[in-house]
Structure formats: C-alpha cells, structure tokens
C-alpha cells in the first residue's frame, strides 16, 4: 500500500481536527496531485479535495468548501487535510490517493463527528 493515513478521531460537531498522509515506509511517491476521499457508510466514495504538485493549486467540493484546507509540506508528501467546523455529515473514513485514478488504496483513517 503506497501511503498511511492518520489522524482521525471522534469529536464533537464544530470541532477541528488534522489528517495526515505520508508515503508508505521504502516508498518514494512522485505525483502530479493528492487528493482526499472519503467513504461514509452506505456511501460511495468521494473526492472531497486536492492540490496539484506543481502549483499548489487547491480544489475543493462544495460540501467542504471554506471548512477543510489540503496542504502538503514537499512535493512527495506528506499531505494534510485541515478540517474546521466539522459537521456530522463530515462522519466518514478518510483516504488520501491520486485524484480520479486512485491507485491502491491504504487502510483509510475514521473520522466520526457527534453532537
């Protein structure tokens, strides 16, 4: 599995909390985006957000648009999913992988929103 995400947890609606995801020990990634999907329950999965390597450029959905910011510290990662103001339709498992050719995907990390 090329990456690991990390960072999910349960928190409470208006909340914020950080993802991680880092290219897997021995793996180098060389990508010209990363994205963030994630998969709710009886959902399918969705790409919700990704930055261009080259650029920086950041695009979002409108669900989570002006709440969730993707960033990266280098080019080959690792990249970050700030989440602000989280909602409990925000309640998914998170994954990080190429935007609309996903290669293999990792374990994904929870993120559960309450009231």
């Known amino acids: 599995v090329p990456v690991v995400e990390s960072g999910g947890a349960l928190v409470q609606t208006g909340a914020s909390l950080t993802l991680s995801c880092a290219a897997s020990a021995g793996t180098r990634l060389t990508v010209r985006a990363m994205g963030w999907y994630r998969q709710a329950p009886g959902k399918q999965r969705e790409l919700v957000a990704w930055i261009a390597t080259n650029t920086g450029r950041t695009t979002y959905d409108d669900s989570v648009k002006g709440r969730f910011t993707i960033s990266r510290d280098h080019d080959n990662g690792p990249w970050y999913l700030k989440m602000d103001n989280v909602k409990i339709e925000d309640t998914a498992t998170y994954y990080c992988?190429?935007?609309?050719?996903?290669?293999?995907w990792g374990q994904g990390t929870q993120v559960t929103v309450v009231s």
């Open positions: 992988n190429i935007p609309f050719t996903p290669f293999q």
